[in-house]
């Protein structure tokens, strides 16, 4: 199965958390034209912040390890550039540039050099932005949805985030299902 196919796989398993222009882009098999792709570049820099927003947006917890442990900070970059049309990738990186803006603006600092809770809190300032402006390809959107489709087509979303069995064995559509247990990967 090529990765294309996975990636739509895992989007129509998570189903609404995927916003519309998301999904858009997954089931219309975009096939960029050469001209098209890479029209926007992304640093080491940028690399780390989208890490740390990813991390935000599913954190490391006792049970798994967060986005930024799932390698989102590289995987965001690489699907804007080779699957987002012009439009969106210029959207993106110039969304990931205002929320740098408003890192140094809000508490005079860089995103990297804020504190989780500032971190935190600038990301719920660019949800709540998002939200009352309906923007169709804002920032905020297209790196959550990411984030999401990212980390659960990761080895780490699948195997320690949800309950995982290597090696699958007949359907049961009564198989048992624990209180508190994880939600099936496989």
Same mark, same amino acid.
């Given at each position: 199965?090529?990765?294309?196919?996975?990636? !739509? /796989?895992?989007? #129509?398993?998570? =189903? $609404?958390?995927?916003?519309?222009?998301?999904?858009?882009?997954?089931?219309?098999?975009? *096939?960029?034209?050469?001209?098209? !792709? /890479?029209?926007? #570049?992304?640093? =080491? $820099?940028?690399?780390?912040?989208?890490?740390?927003?990813?991390?935000?947006?599913?954190? *490391?917890?006792?049970?798994?390890p967060g986005a930024k442990a799932a390698g989102v900070g590289t995987?965001?970059?690489?699907?804007?550039?080779?699957?987002?049309?012009?439009?969106?990738?210029?959207?993106?990186?110039?969304?990931?540039?205002?929320?740098?803006?408003?890192a140094l603006k809000d508490y005079n600092q860089n995103f990297l050099s804020l504190g989780i809770d500032q971190r935190q809190k600038l990301v719920g300032d660019l949800r709540t932005e998002t939200i009352e402006k309906k923007e169709p390809y804002s920032f905020f959107t297209i790196a959550r949805d990411l984030t999401l489709l990212g980390y659960f087509s990761s080895e780490i979303g699948c195997t320690q985030a949800r309950e995982y069995l290597p090696i699958p064995g007949k359907y049961d559509g009564n198989a048992e299902y624990k209180p508190g247990q994880k939600a099936w990967a496989t």
């Open positions: 199965m090529d990765r294309r196919k996975a990636l !739509k /796989n895992v989007a #129509f398993l998570l =189903g $609404t958390a995927l916003s519309s222009s998301t999904i858009g882009v997954l089931f219309e098999s975009f *096939t960029l034209p050469e001209d098209e !792709k /890479n029209q926007v #570049f992304f640093s =080491g $820099t940028d690399e780390e912040i989208l890490a740390e927003f990813a991390d935000i947006i599913i954190p *490391t917890t006792k049970l798994s995987f965001i970059p690489m699907m804007i550039r080779e699957c987002y049309p012009p439009v969106m990738q210029l959207a993106f990186s110039s969304g990931l540039k205002e929320m740098e803006s408003k």
